[in-house]
């Protein structure tokens, strides 16, 4: 359905404009905008990168990727009218002075730029240094930042000091693309939009919440990378924090920026460090090894293609975190990700409290607590575990477990789920930031973060093997176990 609401017009740069991120996301993102009207008509896109290339060679790049992407299939005219938009500038992102011929293309265009900085962080401030030098740097212009910011806090105040020479707080968009998420994004209205969860939501009505982010995927050829982050640093730094933080913060004042980073800031800020005295009761790390998944072999971490033999980074990361404040004091959150199990799948899984007094047992002798899931991917939507009679006329009354499952895609059957780097793309675009990271988030969640990548520095212990198509190591399951709880599978 075509979208009346037309944006401002704006030039947006894609630095890496060749790269996966763009190939996968960024380019089908903006087709899809384009597609139902967001884009302004007038709107250019330039792809910025190191290899020299035609303009038709790059909007050939361009469809062949579209075509690989959009899942709906490409419509001719939104194709034509999206592929007219198209410019190509090749540039050497190290070097100052080539800065001018990108100077040159941009002349006489829309005053709002948006850089889109598809690159490694560690080149950030080489772009935006040859930005100012060549005088593309105004109080108009956005920059976006693609995460992982950095590797530790203080390579992270590196690159954003490098940013924030020639870019305000303002003008900075950091990309978590899990808060473009619809069933992410949903958080905020189950939480302050229903009295029934609003009025229930604390250490007096929670007994526990599991958030899993399963990736079934290994490192998929990006080994140098991988190895340098690690799961914890690659996942739960970034993602898994910023649903945890929308997860346990206060009413916001307003849905304004500022008001919601706020709060998510303060559920940070009061994690419990995790340091070396409380390590190994609070955390698990492992690495996979050879294994089984859908059907087949697949090699262990140490096996794959370019693999250093001797490499101690984890793949999979499993922490009971607690919150430090009134309302969730006692109330432990267990997260988990990794990489190589059984099948993508992430989801937040809320588990209230038992019932005081069980008046049916009869029918059932141990009543199951009230189970809230939140599916994030895939089948997006909301599920509420439940009691229910089962019908008929017995004289004993006879309940049993019911599921309330309200799927996005049975709800919304005329509705496509937006790509979570759509919505970005369109809240850069309209300058808005409630959907990106503010730089004292990602500088609190750091030091956390960090804390724990010490600790198990210090313990010089190589992490827990579990193998490939599996759940994770074994000591992760006896790290909720100790609590007498268990994992949702």
């Not at 000591?475 to 100790?482: F, Q, Y």
Request: charged share 25%; aromatic share 8%.
């Amino acid at each position: 359905m075509k979208n009346t609401e037309q944006q401002s017009a704006s030039e947006i740069v894609l630095f890496g404009a060749l790269g996966d991120l763009s190939r996968r996301k960024l380019l089908p993102a903006l087709y899809q905008l384009d597609n139902v009207g967001l884009l302004n008509d007038e709107s250019r896109i330039l792809g910025v990168a190191r290899q020299e290339q035609s303009l038709e060679e790059f909007t050939a790049f361009v469809v062949e990727n579209l075509e690989s992407f959009v899942k709906e299939g490409l419509n001719k005219e939104t194709l034509d009218r999206f592929t007219a938009r198209l410019v190509y500038q090749q540039l050497d992102f190290k070097e100052t002075d080539s800065y001018s011929a990108l100077a040159d293309t941009l002349a006489g265009g829309h005053e709002t730029r948006i850089y889109y900085f598809s690159t490694p962080p560690a080149i950030y401030g080489d772009i935006t240094d040859g930005l100012k030098n060549a005088g593309l740097v105004t109080d108009a212009d956005r920059v976006v930042m693609e995460k992982p910011i950095g590797h530790c806090l203080e390579s992270s105040k590196v690159i954003n000091d490098q940013v924030s020479r020639y870019f305000k707080e303002n003008q900075i968009y950091r990309i978590d693309h899990y808060l473009g998420k619809e069933t992410v994004l949903n958080l905020l209205v189950l939480r302050f939009a229903n009295s029934l969860f609003t009025t229930n939501w604390d250490r007096n009505c929670i007994d526990h919440v599991q958030i899993t982010v399963a990736e079934s995927v290994g490192i998929e050829g990006r080994w140098g990378f991988y190895d340098e982050a690690g799961q914890m640093r690659d996942m739960v730094q970034n993602h898994l924090l910023q649903i945890l933080s929308l997860l346990a913060m206060e009413p916001p004042a307003d849905l304004s920026a500022d008001s919601i980073r706020d709060e998510k800031l303060k559920v940070i800020k009061a994690l419990v460090p995790i340091n070396r005295h409380n390590i190994k009761d609070t955390t698990v790390r492992g690495q996979y090894t050879d294994g089984f998944l859908n059907g087949g072999p697949v090699p262990g971490y140490l096996n794959e293609e370019g693999a250093n033999k001797a490499s101690n980074t984890e793949t999979f990361v499993a922490i009971k975190a607690e919150i430090d404040n009134w309302r969730w004091s006692g109330v432990p959150f267990y997260l988990r990700t990794g990489k190589r199990m059984p099948a993508k799948h992430s989801e937040i899984v809320v588990h209230f409290k038992p019932q005081p007094h069980n008046i049916f047992k009869e029918s059932f002798a141990e009543l199951p607590c009230n189970k809230l899931t939140i599916r994030l991917q895939p089948d997006e939507g909301v599920e509420l575990q439940m009691m229910n009679k089962i019908p008929g006329i017995a004289s004993q009354l006879n309940i049993h477990e019911n599921k309330l499952d309200l799927s996005f895609s049975d709800i919304y059957q005329d509705q496509r789920v937006i790509d979570a780097y759509e919505r970005l793309m369109l809240e850069v675009i309209n300058g808005n930031q409630s959907l990106f990271v503010r730089r004292d988030e990602v500088e609190a969640a750091w030091t956390w973060a960090d804390g724990i990548i010490e600790a198990w520095q210090s313990t010089n212990e190589a992490p827990k093997p579990y193998a490939a198509g599996s759940w994770g190591p074994v000591s992760s399951i006896s790290l909720i176990a100790r609590d007498d709880r268990q994992w949702v599978e």
